[in-house]
């Protein structure tokens, strides 16, 4: 019945967010950040600190798409979704790269590790892909599954990020990743167009 439609909608948004958050956050500036933290202090703290920051972003972000959903209709949502999903793309086939800045960010005391690293992390995600793609699918799907699958997607690839690159060191070629999540931003762009001329 409606329970049963229900979970089905929130596992449908959950593993769409998962996918899409995880694919944006595959060469971001905040997963080599996380890199960067990785390589200087504990991973676990590293993790509880981005998952925290993620966690937060992201309920802003669902927050504010739901608020765009409500307000608009669902043709546009899918147009202007995909024509994000495009830009989102492009800007991950362009690659990020840290600045000096950034590298400086990354450097602090072990102690308030999880503290430091997660206030950096939020800062370094406000306005980044990966809020803007969460934002752009709370439009349309729901907020809960959203705002969990994104969250958790972007743990993952950050985690996944942490594990590959303290074992291979230089040896994964970022351009390859960036080649990879952009070529799966296009596809999710076409879907989107697709739905909304259906």
Not at 21 to 49: C, H, N, W
Not at 155 to 171: C, S, Y
Request: glycine share 10%; aromatic share 8%; proline share 1%.
């Amino acid at each position: 019945g409606q329970d049963a439609t229900a979970q089905h909608l929130m596992l449908h948004a959950f593993f769409l967010s998962f996918g899409v958050i995880f694919v944006a956050e595959l060469g971001d500036k905040s997963q080599l950040m996380a890199l960067a933290f990785a390589t200087r202090y504990k991973t676990l703290p590293v993790l509880i600190a981005i998952t925290l920051a993620t966690g937060i972003v992201h309920l802003i972000s669902v927050g504010i798409g739901g608020a765009l959903g409500s307000a608009l209709p669902t043709d546009f949502i899918n147009i202007v979704g995909a024509l994000a999903f495009i830009g989102f793309g492009l800007w991950t086939l362009r690659g990020d790269e840290l600045t000096e800045e950034d590298r400086e960010s990354t450097k602090v005391s072990s102690k308030h590790v999880i503290m430091a690293v997660g206030t950096v992390f939020f800062l370094a995600e406000l306005g980044d892909k990966t809020m803007l793609a969460t934002v752009t699918l709370a439009t349309s799907e729901g907020l809960v599954g959203t705002w969990a699958g994104s969250t958790v997607g972007m743990v993952v690839a950050d985690a996944l990020a942490i594990v590959v690159g303290k074992a291979l060191g230089d040896r994964l070629q970022a351009r390859t990743v960036r080649i990879a999540s952009s070529i799966a931003f296009f596809v999710f762009a076409a879907l989107m167009l697709a739905d909304a001329l259906r």
